[in-house]
Nanobody, 123 residues
Framework: QVHLVESGGGLVQAGGSLRLSCAAS????????MGWFRQAPGKERQFVAA????????YSADSVKGRFTISRDNAKNTVYLQMNSLKAEDTAIYYC????????????????WGQGTQVTVSS
């Protein structure tokens, strides 16, 4: 089992920044690729970004490229999502997820999920 706990969400004005954190416990964190997804009310869960187990490869959705950056610190068992130039359409619950070894864009391929953290961007 991998237990994931997100933090860092909140209310921010458009153009502002937030940094989300996801702390992992349980199995060896460095064995897992990590992803961030988000879900707005009435919409499906959407891929945001992912990072490989060693941190050398990252993927980002087109909608966040140039604004959001995913990173990880395996010594701290934590993955981060730095979100800059936030827009109202970024408002959603943000979830982190862990997938054994291989990075992926697809939510259904992730094995473990956190409980989510709310991000609200006011326009």
């Amino acid at each position: 089992q991998v237990h994931l706990v997100e933090s860092g969400g909140g209310l921010v004005q458009a153009g502002g920044s937030l940094r989300l954190s996801c702390a992992a416990s349980g199995r060896t964190f460095s064995n897992y690729a990590m992803g961030w997804f988000r879900q707005a009310p009435g919409k499906e869960r959407q891929f945001v970004a992912a990072v490989s187990w060693a941190g050398g490869t990252t993927y980002s959705a087109d909608s966040v490229k140039g604004r959001f950056t995913i990173s990880r610190d395996n010594a701290k068992n934590t993955v981060y999502l730095q979100m800059n130039s936030l827009k109202a359409e970024d408002t959603a619950i943000y979830y982190c997820a862990a997938r054994y070894y291989t990075i992926s864009y697809y939510a259904q391929e992730y094995d473990y999920w956190g409980q989510g953290t709310q991000v609200t961007v006011s326009s």
